[in-house]
């Protein structure tokens, strides 16, 4: 089998065939909307046409996809509406509701006029009534279903010699669409493993390995559940996994659409995070180092966390940049030190004492199994208590750690000597108000 992926400009699969002997098994086209998430997919499928002869179908298969901000809630097909229901601000989700897409149904009920004129004629050929007439019908329609006949409809039915009762008769049953409620049973990324019924059964339950290939599955529903990494949905037809903003490829574990940004987000643009049991991505964008820490971000505070996270530890790295610039120490040193000071203060203000605390051990926890020597360790611990302390008392991080240096209240491994004191305007990159 060949597979064969074609792009457009923005690096967005837009045509997918699979190639058999020569011969188109599976073709598929996407379509996007102005802010690139998928909005649309058509598929044509390998099958037996009237002469007998094996050949593309001529008319495809129409997925259309909804979307809340980043996240997949609805998956609509010519039968099926799948609706899905996330924990708040993150992209693990909770609840599947599946419902029948009766739009054929729908359109083969009647209403009450056209009920009255099918029916009308004796010949069976049926009437035409004035446009007034369908209006007033469809009101008493509205009534009735409602069982609140209004008293000047009731004496316009008496006048024509009927009753309410007599018309109800001629009332179709209004369509109610099946559905089926389902609730989901994720691990601790938030990817899927069951399916349960209201009832408590299992409906479907999936198996899978780290990089998120399914290894088993257990579908006598046959439900449709495309959710699987956080953010990641199944392509049935590519293999692959579309990931918002790139697509994935769990057999190589790793993405097939370089990074947006290009080498700018790094020298591998095609890499997925490489320990997939902690660290996940979403958006496929950014990987969230140290899952332990990004969990506890995720569970607390959802997708917004993650970003806020993201974004105070952008700005540490530029405050310790900053640092550098001014007292040397990037490494081990005075800079170090006020970074570290500087990232657990803003992490408390943001999520409080408890949390930066974890993350801040996490991160430590992660140097210690790269070989970081024991010293650094201490030493950096240090300094996050000390940040944490600056987030709890203080109104702005990047004074409150520069005048840490200044008293001579951080640690290096050499220990710190403010010989030049920083004066707060230097080093301040805290565009905020902290």
Not at 146 to 151: E, M
Not at 283 to 308: C, F, K, Q, R
Request: glycine letters at 10%; aromatic letters at 8%; charged letters at 25%.
């Amino acid at each position: 089998r060949t597979h064969h992926y074609h792009y457009d400009s923005q690096h967005r699969l837009v045509f997918y065939t699979r190639i058999q002997h020569g011969e188109p098994l599976v073709e598929s086209r996407y379509l996007y909307d102005p802010l690139g998430r998928r909005m649309a997919k058509r598929v044509w499928r390998r099958e037996r046409d009237l002469t007998g002869w094996m050949s593309l179908s001529r008319k495809p298969e129409v997925t259309w996809y909804g979307w809340d901000g980043d996240r997949l809630t609805t998956v609509q097909t010519d039968t099926t509406r799948i609706q899905t229901v996330y924990e708040p601000g993150s992209f693990t989700p909770l609840i599947r509701v599946e419902t029948e897409n009766g739009e054929r149904e729908k359109a083969q009920r009647r209403s009450l006029a056209e009920t009255l004129q099918q029916e009308g004629s004796e010949n069976g050929h049926g009437v035409v009534f004035p446009a007034e007439l369908v209006r007033l019908l469809d009101r008493l329609e509205e009534e009735i279903r409602a069982d609140r006949v209004s008293s000047e409809s009731r004496a316009w039915l008496a006048q024509c010699g009927l009753t309410v009762e007599q018309l109800a008769r001629q009332v179709e049953p209004e369509y109610t669409p099946a559905r089926k409620v389902h609730f989901y049973h994720c691990d601790h990324r938030g990817l899927p493993l069951a399916l349960i019924s209201e009832d408590g059964n299992t409906a479907w339950r999936g198996e899978y390995d780290e990089w998120g290939n399914q290894l088993n599955e257990e579908n006598p529903h046959h439900l449709h559940q495309p959710y699987r990494l956080p953010g990641q949905q199944h392509d049935e037809e590519s293999g692959l996994y579309y990931n918002r903003h790139r697509h994935y490829d769990p057999l190589q574990g790793r993405y097939i659409t370089p990074d947006p940004i290009g080498l700018r987000g790094g020298w591998n643009m095609y890499q997925y995070p490489l320990n997939p049991i902690q660290v996940i991505d979403p958006m496929g964008l950014d990987a969230i180092e140290n899952m332990t820490s990004g969990g506890l971000i995720y569970a607390v505070s959802g997708v917004p966390g993650l970003i806020a996270a993201n974004s105070i530890t952008n700005s540490a790295y530029q405050f310790g940049y900053d640092m550098d610039a001014i007292v040397g120490g990037a490494h081990n040193g005075a800079a170090d030190a006020m970074r570290h000071c500087y990232l657990m203060c803003r992490m408390t203000k943001t999520f409080g004492s408890t949390i930066a605390d974890v993350i801040g051990k996490n991160h430590e926890a992660a140097g210690d199994r790269q070989g970081q020597p024991a010293k650094e360790r201490i030493m950096d611990l240090k300094n996050n208590t000390v940040g944490i302390a600056c987030g709890d008392f203080s109104a702005k991080c990047s004074d409150a750690c520069i005048e840490k240096y200044n008293t001579g209240q951080l640690f290096g491994l050499d220990g710190i000597k403010a010989d030049n004191p920083i004066k707060a305007k230097q080093g301040s990159s805290d565009a905020s108000n902290y």
